[in-house]
């Protein structure tokens, strides 16, 4: 598509039909192509690429309804309006079902055919730049993973490495206020190097390939595991962990590991941002075909604005350098990648200065369907 001249098929049977949008659109600047049935449509879609696709839905042969579908299938973004002589509801729903944009009803008139071919050009000139800032977003990643992978993380990995050897005596004696803040650095550059490991993984993380191992999975259990992980780091915060379930919770399909991560992940948050003497709390419960997790804390709460931004990459509701809470993050978009890789969904709630509740449900029989 250039400027508003558009490339424009049309499948009809009815000659005088063709004939007169080829008239009215040709007359408007673009390039119309048409044909008379199904199948010729078919393929003179395939080598003509057109930006708009006008179909008579009632024709002999191959039907209106096959050509949407068959289009939809190979260009979800090509726009297509249905011509139809019995403009009846249900049809025109059914194409609607069908990846159909808009419908007219035959007879038209030249300035109704304008008008609607004006608003398909619209709705196709807004999937043209969406895809192209989808293309572009993609570049920009590609191009963040390897700058990390290699600019970043090679040149931080052998300097920890040099760190070592100096800190081991093998490079000479060094003082002691040296070897104190060389240490330092040490640990400095490996948090950063966990940082991008973790964004890393984030980046690339591949749910079908994850979906090939899952199992049968007791999120009880997961639960259990994962408040004992945490329990020094409550203690520490004079926090307590509750557990609330149900004997006989019945078990999901995932992955352990990542079931475990996702726990790890909001189970510290309510402990990080809450106070001493506060608690957190994890209630496991069944419910109709899903399981349920939901955790909760009495901690500082997260206003309305910073609520809806904290399962972005990066985002921390107190992002200053010197925050009291350190945390990269990264945690819950983490989090809600791998929840829906299980097919799950999660949300918080959340009242300033009261507390927060995370839920989190998953499918108990997930079955990941393959994308494209
Ligand atoms: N339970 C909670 N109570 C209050 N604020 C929370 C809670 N959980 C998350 N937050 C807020 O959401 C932000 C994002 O959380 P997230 O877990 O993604 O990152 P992080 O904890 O800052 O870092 P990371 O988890 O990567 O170490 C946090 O910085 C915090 O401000
Ligand atoms: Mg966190």
Not at 51 to 75: A, Q, R
Not at 127 to 154: K, T
Not at 161 to 180: C, D, R
Request: net charge negative; glycine share 8%; aromatic share 6%.
């Amino acid at each position: 598509m250039s400027g508003e001249r558009a490339r424009i098929l049309v499948v009809d049977d009815e000659k005088v039909i063709r004939d007169s949008c080829t008239r009215i659109l040709t007359t408007e600047g673009h390039i119309v192509k048409s044909a008379e049935d199904g199948n010729i449509g078919l393929e003179v879609f395939r080598e003509f690429h057109p930006d708009i696709v006008l179909v008579d839905l009632k024709m002999p042969g191959k039907s209106g309804m096959d050509i949407l579908e068959e289009i939809e299938g190979s260009d979800p973004n090509v726009v297509k309006i249905v011509i139809t002589g019995y403009a009846t509801v249900s049809s025109a729903v059914d194409a609607m079902q069908r990846g159909a944009y808009d419908f007219i009803p035959k007879p038209f008139t030249p300035e109704e055919i304008s008008l609607i071919v004006a608003r398909g050009l619209e709705r196709r000139r807004l999937f043209l730049e969406s895809e192209a800032l989808r293309v572009e977003q993609e570049r920009i990643r590609r191009n963040m993973i390897s700058l990390v992978s290699h600019e970043l993380r090679a040149p931080l990995a052998a300097t920890v490495q040099y760190l070592e050897v100096i800190l081991g005596g093998m490079a000479g004696k060094i003082s002691s206020e040296a070897k104190e803040m060389i240490d330092r650095c040490n640990i400095r550059i490996k948090e950063l190097l966990e940082l991008l490991s973790r964004w890393l993984n984030l980046a690339t993380f591949d749910p079908d390939k994850m979906a090939e191992h899952f199992q049968d999975i007791s999120l009880s259990n997961i639960a259990t595991e994962s408040i004992e992980l945490l329990k020094p780091l409550a203690e520490e915060k004079k926090i307590s962990l509750i557990l609330e379930k149900p004997d006989d919770l019945p078990p999901i399909k995932g992955s352990k590991v990542s079931l475990g991560e996702i726990f790890n992940n909001v189970i510290s948050n309510a402990i990080k941002y809450n106070k001493a003497g506060g608690w957190a709390k994890v209630k496991l419960y069944e419910r109709d075909e899903e399981v349920w997790v939901e955790i909760s804390d009495n901690g500082s709460g997260i206003s309305e604005e910073h609520l809806q931004r904290i399962f972005d990459e990066f985002y921390r509701v107190d992002g200053r350098r010197n925050a009291p809470v350190k945390g990269s993050g990264l945690g819950l978009s983490i989090v809600k990648r791998l929840v829906e890789a299980h097919g799950g969904m999660i949300d918080a709630k959340s009242r300033f200065g009261e507390g927060t509740t995370f839920r989190i449900s998953f499918p108990k029989f997930f079955q990941r369907q393959k994308e494209g």
